[in-house]
């Protein structure tokens, strides 16, 4: 049920390419930067592919084995389907609004993002300025120790 307040702050208004709702005019700001390259790297189909699992299904496995949603989604081609895929098996079917991804996505496809995730260098953590001036000091006080 939607409340009142967002009853009137949306009135009801839809986004005509995403369905996401508008507090004004009929598309989203986002749709508006990408269009013409909407979907551009999805299949667009009337019945979803046979065995074909939901997107938020996908993602939804995919945090319960230790990955993220966004991971999944930029592997897809990003939220629109504007970037390119990481590798076919990622490739979305749009049936009107809801995406669906290839059943292989969940073996194979969590394979190769674990795999790209350990590829990553650790990033180096960085001190705060105050950590950072009493690590100083305490390396000073060793080096007139010493």
């Known amino acids: 049920m939607v409340s009142q307040s967002a009853t ?6 839809k986004c005509q390419t995403c369905g996401k709702p508008l507090t004004h005019g009929e598309q989203g700001d986002t749709c508006k930067a990408h269009e013409g390259k909407i979907r551009a790297t999805a299949e667009e189909v009337p019945v979803a ?8 299904d996908v993602c939804r496995a ?3 084995q230790g990955l ?7 592997a897809s081609g990003g939220d629109a389907c504007t970037l390119p895929i990481m590798d076919p098996v990622f490739k979305v079917a749009y049936v009107g609004k809801r995406k669906y991804m290839n059943p292989d996505v969940m073996t194979k496809g969590f394979a190769m993002l674990k795999a ?10 960085t001190a705060s300025a105050e950590e950072a001036s009493a690590i100083a000091a305490v390396l000073s006080e060793e080096s007139a120790e010493a």
């Open 8 to 13: 009137k702050k949306y009135d009801g208004n």
């Open 49 to 56: 592919p046979e065995n074909w699992i939901k997107m938020s």
């Open 62 to 64: 995919a945090e319960e």
């Open 68 to 74: 993220k949603t966004s991971q999944v989604v930029r």
């Open 116 to 125: 790209h995730q350990a590829e990553k260098p650790v990033r180096p953590v």
